[in-house]
Each structure stands twice: as structure tokens, then as C-alpha cells.
């Protein structure tokens, strides 16, 4: 069942293009106009020439995908077991193991960088070792739910057969299970890819000079050092090569992906003798470990200081003093109660837009796909190129929007919607299209009938992709970089201005501010789960799924 | 949760944010001073100053920092136009130009300018902005350490070449910092543009410690006044003097010394920020900035000379200060021209 059942197509052109109209316009002005701003300030002959001549620039490119390969083939490598273990047994705590590895994933960039900077001793605090633990850290989820997806799948009676046709457990691995389960590898490896390669808030916290990627690169150029023509061209080298990879993905994808109706009639068995309990219980308790470990030592060292532990980085946390007078120019408060004001617009534009948007999508049928494919793009492009974007397009004249207040939420908002849209279209899809026509046959107006009918549908997975859109707005760190002034910045600005002042108190104050952070993403986390059930052809509220685009066996 | 009682929770937070949002002040009667983050904010006789403007105009004066000159130079430039403060403090002679051709400044000839020192006002183009202060950059070391090492303290740049001294200097990073800069330009004009870089590199084979601004560097990796690790840092030709006035108990030497081999003049300036809304306020306090009421306040709170020539300095500050007979300079028009270029060299041969 989907949008393209003749019913729904019956509304109104004129009613569909209004609907349409709003996010076509948002994403235009606020997307599509700063990117070709953006582009033309990189086509500039001497900025190309200093960019793509210059030895740094290679060197960035270089560090910056490898330490995405590696990072991809460590979580991989390190989240293969867990995947296993998670969708083949059953076990005690399997579900808050799940629920915790979906509330790292979804925890703000920052938060994991200062969890990692805070578990790691100190020689190996900043540098490689630091970010790819820190992306491990976060993409864990990924591998083992996208994975795991497929696996849970996979009935077991498959590899039954293959042992009583006699092949040895190595040879089930190699003939069974990995041919169907590449497609998912390979997807898994692509998002982590994707999203390490687009790191930045982990850069930023566990970067020093020379290990650096392009994103920061791009900020510090822009930022730093007042040369927003090489940034430019930096951000269009970056799309480029993230533009390459996706395509070259989605054309292994058609390729070689194969729709596998595997349905696995057993539910997965609880682990059966000593050596099998021990391998269950050791996965589950490593891979707590990693995810848990880093979280409870951003608590301990908030607590740390060169006499013993005490709270008082937290009571201080009013105060950025780095000596008498001298203030470190953030007040970390202020910034708690700028970024819940912050994310509480930001959200707000999400969900109407993407609702809108999605509510568009499907009425207008085929020619939804062309929206969106274009309400996608924001998620292809990095928030650093949006915020980036954003400022230097609307600088002058009647549109110099800079010290407007809005514009941190909108940029926000922009790397939001795709979720939003997203989770509710999977609803959307769903709708019996019969209801309609039934609305229709009792006299009602197709625009009455599609009002009746299909609006109820949406409150509850707009209320949950409001909390999702919420969270991103809270962590969001990357758009924010670039468009916040003095007097608006956000938490996570905060958190990592704190961070950079190596020992004392300050750093300290920066560990306690992550940890509130944490724990607010986190109650988000754990309302979407408890509120929004999922229900028969409604929508995931797994934030993995939502965001790495998977579909579970429960959706429609 | 029933749909009615979602739908109201929301709009009562949206009302509540809308509320908050449209509570913003807009007070008309207030001026933001723009500077760098070593400016203190509050408790010192500068902010005492400041507080006496208040009360003689009636505009609340409301100081905004964020990181080190370079860092608040390129802010300003992203931001020219529609500037976050109304007048900027700080930018000084090594990063002028970027501010100057982003078009950060709008110009403003303060009353009270004949006070300054005319060879001062004639490097600051156009009245775009006008000087505040001139100091000396140069490498300060922490007498007691070197005493403890039974080390002679280094005396000239390449002496920090040698084995002995590995590993005990931190300086500032030079896109970030104007110390750092001013550090980097002094060795340019010793050892000429084709000397330098290897000069760098032999530093960085010796273990220089680079970090983004002076408060970093001063206050926290410098042995004496942050109780860091490094005898050795980029800072002031009258930081020995400050070191005396607050030491506590009181000395009767100076605790730090200066290398005055290593020192570069360095000219700090302010100015009124173009498109600013509050241009008259700016005005009046882009005046006060040059009285004597407030440069008598530079010596003690900022660790520099008052570009005003009326102001007396402190008798310590005259008994304790190293004054350089020949400080380094470089053409501003040789700065202006490479500086960009000399920045992204220095970079991939320390930090590469």
C-alpha cells in the first residue's frame, strides 16, 4: 500500500501545491540558495589554484578517509559479534542493551567526544587513537541493528540444512550467512562511512593540528582564519567525494541488493549449554562495557579534581572564570537555557515543515518522489555546509538575516526535517485508502475526506519525530558553529569551549555540562520509546531506523 | 496522552518560548565593547573605569570576548556590517590589514586625540581606528625555575635552539593569537624570509609547545603565573613589572625576566564597528577609551604603555619594565601582503 493508490490523488492540484509550497520554499531559500552561494564563492581561479595546490589540503583529504575506512572497519569488525548475539539469542537484558546502544547513537557528537576524552589516559587523549574509538563508540548501533536486521531474519532452518547436508559451521558462515548478510554489511559500512567521514564534533574535541578533517578544516579556514574563498572550495571538494560515494553505493546497492523474503518463524532461542552462555554473556557485557564505560567516566572526571573528588564544577557552573576578571566568554548557563530555547523553535519549524512536506509527498503521488528527493538532500550535504552556507548567503541588504535570531533554529530545523519526514511518511504510506473512498462514498469533499481520514494518522508519529527532531536540535553542533554570536550560544559550543582548557576546573565544568546534556538527550530517548509503541503499519520510533533508513519486519 | 492534551501542551510551550524570545532587552541606553579575551570583564580598576563612564553618561557598558585578536578579527570580518558589538578593542598592527580590508571599521576621530602620541595615530589608516596602546612581544622566563635547573636563562632566539632549553617554550598559535603572531613576525625580521621556516622547524625539533592565545599560555602552561610546565612563554616586555604589583607576598625582584633579544613592537588600536546601531554611544566611548581617565588604567590591568602621553606610569612599572632598545618590526605593507601566506607556512612546518 502506497501513495500511489488513485484515492488520495483525487485532492485538489491547487490544494497539493499549497501543501507543498511551504518546505518547497524553505528548503529553496534556506538550502538550495546557499549552497550556490557557496559554490560560487569557491569557482574563484586564485582560491581553486591556493586550495588544490596546497600540500595541507592533500594531507586533510588523505586523514580524513582513511580514518573514515578505519573507523568503518573497526566498528564493523567490533560490531559483528554483538549483531549475533543480539538477533540470534535470547537473553536477560537484551532489550536495555538495545536501548542503550540506540541512546548512544543518538547522543550529540560532543558528548561522546568528551566521553572519550574523559575515559582515554592522558597521553592518548587527543589524536587518532581518540577519534576512531570515539566514531566506534558511536556507530556501534548502526552495524548491530542494520546487521542485526537481517540476521534476525535469516531462519534458522537455513543453516540447519546446510549442517545436516554436511558442511562445517565455517562453511555455514561462508555459504550461508555471509551472502545474504553482505547487502547489510554493506550498507552498515556505507552509513559509517558516510557519517565519519562527515565527522565533526568528535574532531573538534579529539583533533589536535595534524589530525584534522576536511569539516574542520573548513570551519577553521572560514573562522579562524577569515578565508572563506578556501573553505568554499573545501566544502565542494568534501560533496564531491560524498556525492561519488553515495552514488557508487546506491548503484551496488541496485545491483546487487536483493529483496530476500526471509521471514524467521522461531523466536530466537534463549543460548543453550555453558560455551554458548559464555559467548552470549561475554558480547553482551564487552559491548556494554564500550558504549557504557566512556558515559560513566564523563560523570567521574565532572567530579575530579586535584584533591579528591567534589562537586565543584557543578556548583561553579555559573561561572567561566579563568582568573579573577578574566572570563572564558561563555557563560555555560546561559547557554543551557539559549539551546533549550534554541531547540524548542527549531523543532517546532521541523515538524511543521517536515509534516507538511510529508502530507505533500504522498498526496501528490508520483511526483512526490521528486520532493522527496530533494527534501533529502540536507542530509547529504553536512551541517557544517549548511551553516556555512547559511552565513555567508545572507550577509547583505534587505536578506542580512545573520544577527537574526531565527537563523540558528532554521539551520537546525534543515538538518532535522529529512527525520521528520521520514518518520511520518512510513504512517502516511500505510493509510487504508479504502477509508477514504468510504469517507467519499458518505458525501464527504475529497479534501473534507482527506482531512478525516488522514490527519489523525499523523499526531502520534509527529509526536515522535518531534522528540527526535528535538534531540538533533539539542546536539546540533556543526551549523551552530558557524551562525552563533555572543549572547546565543548553544550548549554544545559551550561544552567544547570548556573542554579545550587541558586540567582545572574549567574542564571539569565542560564534563559536568556534557553529562546534563547526555542525560537530556537520553529522557528524550527513552520518551520516544515509552510513548510512542509501535503499532500495526506505523512507524519505527527507533531513531537508528529512522535515521540509517532501514525497515524492521514490523513496518508495513 | 489524548491529542487534545498534546495539542495544548504544545502551544503552551510554544507560548511560553514565543514569551521568552519576545523578552529579549533592546535597551538603547547600553554600548558592547568587542576584545579580545584577556580583557577582565569585572573586579579590576579598568572595569572601576569603565563603571565611571556609566555614571558620568548614563550608558551601561557591556564587554564581549571570545578567544584571542585573531580569532575576534575574523569574527568581526564574517560579521562586518552587522557587527555583535558596537566598538572593537584590541585589534592590534600584525592583524590591522584583515580587519581594515574586511571592511570591520567605520571611521571615528575621538576628541582627545591630540593627547596620543602622533608617530602612534600616523599608523592607523584613515581614521578607521584610532591606537590604544604599544607593547613589546617578547619571550618571558620564570627566574626561580632557571635558578632551581642551575640553568642560565636563554638570551637570544637562537640560544632557544639548544639542547638545554628543549621542551620549556610555549608559544601561541599565530592564525589565533597576536602575541603569537608578533612572536612569529620578530623571527621573520631576524632571520629574513628565507630563514625563518627552517629556524621553526629547528624549533619544533626542540620541542616548542603551541597553544591558541596569551590568558592559555600565561595562565595555565607557564610555570610562574599559571603554575604549567613551561619556564619559557611568548608574552610581554612589561609582564615583570604586573608580576611584582600582584605578587603576594610582596617581592623586591621581579620573578620573570625578559629575553629582549626576542621582542617586536606591538601597536594595539580600537574602533567604532561598522553598522553598529548605537553610533553615538560608540562615539562617546571610543573618547573615553583615549582620556587619561582610562589609559592610566592600561599599565597595571593589561600589562602595556598608554598610547596617551599624558598619562604617568606606575613607579613600579618604570623601575621594573624592560623597555627593548631595538625591538623587531616588519612593514605593515610586508605584513599586509604575506601575512596569510606566512601563517599557512608556519603552519605545515610546526603543526604539519
Not at chain 1, 529553496?28 to 582560491?47: I, K, M, Q, R, S
Not at chain 1, 573562522?223 to 566544502?235: I, K, M, N, P, Y
Not at chain 2, 632549553?165 to 632571520?191: C, K, M, R, W
Not at chain 2, 595562565?219 to 599559571?226: D, H, I, L, P, V
Request: with cysteine.
Amino acid at each position: 500500500m502506497d501513495g500511489r493508490r488513485p484515492g488520495l490523488n483525487r485532492l485538489p492540484r491547487p490544494f497539493v501545491a499549497g501543501l507543498a509550497a511551504v518546505p518547497v520554499v524553505f528548503v529553496a531559500v534556506f538550502y538550495l540558495w546557499p549552497v550556490a552561494t557557496l559554490v560560487g564563492h569557491g569557482v574563484d581561479a586564485d582560491a581553486l589554484h591556493h586550495v588544490l595546490t596546497s600540500r595541507r589540503t592533500w594531507d586533510v583529504v588523505w586523514f580524513t578517509t582513511w580514518q573514515a575506512v578505519a573507523s568503518t572497519v573497526l566498528t564493523l569488525a567490533i560490531g559483528i559479534i554483538p549483531a549475533h548475539v543480539i538477533s540470534r539469542f535470547r537473553f536477560p537484558g537484551r532489550r536495555l542493551l538495545i536501548g542503550t546502544l540506540t541512546a548512544v547513537f543518538v547522543l550529540p557528537t560532543v558528548v561522546v567526544g568528551a566521553a572519550v576524552l574523559a575515559v582515554l589516559p592522558g597521553s592518548l587523549e587527543r589524536g587518532v587513537v581518540a577519534i576512531l574509538a570515539a566514531h566506534v563508540v558511536f556507530n556501534l548501533a548502526v552495524v548491530v541493528r542494520v546487521v542485526g536486521a537481517t540476521w534476525e531474519q535469516l531462519p534458522a532452518d537455513m543453516e540447519a540444512a546446510a549442517a545436516t547436508l554436511g558442511a562445517s559451521p565455517a562453511a555455514v558462515l561462508r555459504t550461508v550467512t555471509l551472502p545474504i548478510l553482505r547487502p547489510a554489511i554493506a550498507t552498515a559500512a556505507a552509513i559509517v562511512f558516510l557519517f565519519t567521514f562527515t565527522s565533526f564534533g568528535v574532531v573538534r574535541v579529539l583533533g589536535t593540528a595534524t589530525s584534522t578533517t576536511i569539516e574542520v578544516e573548513v570551519w577553521r579556514r572560514a573562522t579562524q582564519l577569515g578565508d572563506t574563498a578556501a573553505a568554499a572550495v573545501l566544502s565542494m571538494l568534501q560533496l564531491l567525494v560524498l556525492g561519488a560515494v553515495v552514488w557508487s553505493s546506491a548503484v551496488a546497492h541496485r545491483r546487487h541488493g536483493r529483496a530476500l523474503a526471509l521471514r524467521s518463524h522461531s523466536a530466537p532461542p534463549r543460548p543453550r549449554g555453558p560455551g554458548q552462555r559464555r559467548y552470549v554473556a561475554g558480547a553482551a557485557i564487552a559491548t556494554a562495557a564500550v558504549v557504557v564505560v566512556p558515559l560513566v567516566a564523563l560523570v567521574e572526571r565532572s567530579l575530579r579534581t586535584r584533591d579528591g573528588y567534589s562537586l565543584n564544577a557543578w556548583r561553579r557552573l555559573g561561572r567561566s572564570e579563568v582568573r579573577p576578571g578574566i572570563q572564558l566568554g561563555v557563560d555555560p548557563l546561559e547557554a543551557l537555557v539559549n539551546s533549550m530555547r534554541t531547540a524548542a523553535w527549531a523543532t517546532a519549524i521541523a515538524v511543521v515543515i517536515g509534516a507538511l512536506a510529508a502530507l505533500a509527498i504522498v498526496a501528490a503521488g508520483a511526483a512526490g518522489r521528486f520532493l522527496d528527493a530533494g527534501l533529502a538532500l540536507p542530509l547529504g550535504t553536512s551541517a557544517v555546509t549548511i551553516g556555512f552556507g547559511l552565513l555567508i548567503t545572507f550577509d547583505d541588504g534587505w536578506y542580512d538575516w545573520r544577527a537574526s535570531w531565527w537563523l540558528v533554529p532554521v539551520g537546525q530545523a534543515l538538518v532535522a526535517v529529512p527525520f521528520v519526514v521520514r518518520s511520518t511518511l512510513g504512517v502516511l504510506r500505510s493509510i487504508e485508502p479504502d477509508l477514504v473512498h468510504a469517507a467519499a462514498t458518505l458525501g464527504a469533499s475529497p479534501v473534507r475526506a482527506w482531512r478525516e481520514v488522514v490527519l489523525p494518522h499523523l499526531w502520534r508519529p509527529l509526536a515522535v519525530a518531534a522528540g527526535l527532531a528535538a534531540a538533533i536540535a539539542l546536539g546540533e553542533f556543526g551549523a551552530t558553529s558557524f551562525l552563533s554570536r555572543r549572547g546565543n550560544e548553544t550548549l554544545p559550543i559551550a561544552i567544547e569551549r570548556l573542554l579545550g582548557r587541558t586540567g582545572g576546573t574549567l574542564q571539569s565544568q565542560g564534563f559536568a555540562l556534557a553529562a546534563i546534556l547526555a542525560a537530556a538527550t537520553v529522557a528524550i530517548v527513552v520518551f520516544l520509546d515509552v510513548a510512542g509503541a509501535p503499532r500495526r503499519g506505523g512507524s519505527s520510533t527507533d531513531p537508528v531506523r529512522i535515521t540509517t533508513g532501514t525497515r524492521s519486519p514490523e513496518d508495513g | 496522552m489524548t491529542r487534545d492534551v498534546r495539542t495544548r501542551l504544545l502551544a503552551a510551550v510554544i507560548g511560553l518560548c514565543v514569551i521568552a524570545v519576545a523578552c529579549g532587552d533592546d535597551a538603547d541606553d547600553r554600548v558592547v565593547l568587542v576584545a579580545y579575551d584577556s580583557l577582565p570583564v569585572e573586579d579590576t580598576t579598568l572595569n572601576d573605569a569603565l563603571a565611571a563612564f556609566t555614571e558620568r553618561t548614563g550608558i551601561d557598558v557591556e564587554i564581549v570576548t571570545a578567544g584571542d585578536t585573531g580569532t575576534m578579527v575574523s569574527k568581526a570580518v564574517l560579521t562586518a556590517g552587522n557587527p555583535e558589538g558596537d566598538v572593537m578593542w584590541g585589534v592590534d598592527n600584525t592583524f590591522l590589514s584583515r580587519a581594515v580590508e574586511g571592511e570591520v571599521f567605520e571611521p571615528y576621530a575621538p576628541q582627545g586625540i591630540e593627547a596620543l602620541d602622533p608617530s602612534l595615530v600616523a599608523t592607523a589608516p584613515d581614521d578607521m581606528v584610532v591606537p590604544v596602546d604599544v607593547g613589546d612581544v617578547c619571550v618571558n622566563y620564570d627566574v626561580a625555575w632557571f635558578a632551581e635547573h642551575q640553568l642560565d636563562p636563554p638570551t637570544t632566539l637562537d640560544d632557544l635552539l639548544r639542547p638545554e632549553y628543549a621542551d620549556l617554550l610555549v608559544v601561541e598559535n599565530p592564525a589565533t593569537s597576536s602575541p603569537g603572531l608578533a612572536f612569529v613576525l620578530a623571527t621573520i625580521a631576524e632571520y629574513g624570509e628565507d630563514g625563518w621556516l627552517d629556524y621553526w622547524r629547528a624549533l619544533d625539533a626542540n620541542g616548542v609547545e603551541v597553544v591558541d592565545g596569551w590568558n592559555e599560555a600565561y595562565y595555565e602552561r607557564f610555570s610562574w603565573a599559571g603554575g604549567g610546565p613551561k619556564p619559557l612563554v611568548v608574552s610581554y616586555g612589561s609582564s615583570p613589572p604586573a608580576e611584582v604589583i600582584f605578587a603576594d607576598p610582596p617581592v623586591d625582584a621581579a620573578p620573570t625576566g625578559v629575553m629582549d633579544d626576542t621582542c617586536f613592537r606591538q601597536i594595539e588600536y580600537a574602533g567604532i564597528l561598522r553598522g553598529t546601531p548605537r553610533r553615538a554611544a560608540a562615539e562617546l566611548l571610543v573618547d573615553f577609551l583615549v582620556s587619561a581617565d582610562f589609559q592610566r588604567e592600561l599599565p597595571l590591568n593589561l600589562f602595556v604603555y598608554p598610547a596617551n602621553g599624558d598619562v604617568e606610569l606606575p613607579p613600579e612599572f618604570v623601575e621594573y619594565a624592560v623597555i627593548p632598545e631595538q625591538p623587531r618590526t616588519v612593514d605593515p605593507d610586508d605584513i599586509d601582503a604575506h601575512r596569510a601566506e606566512w601563517i599557512d607556512q608556519w603552519t605545515a612546518a610546526v603543526l604539519g
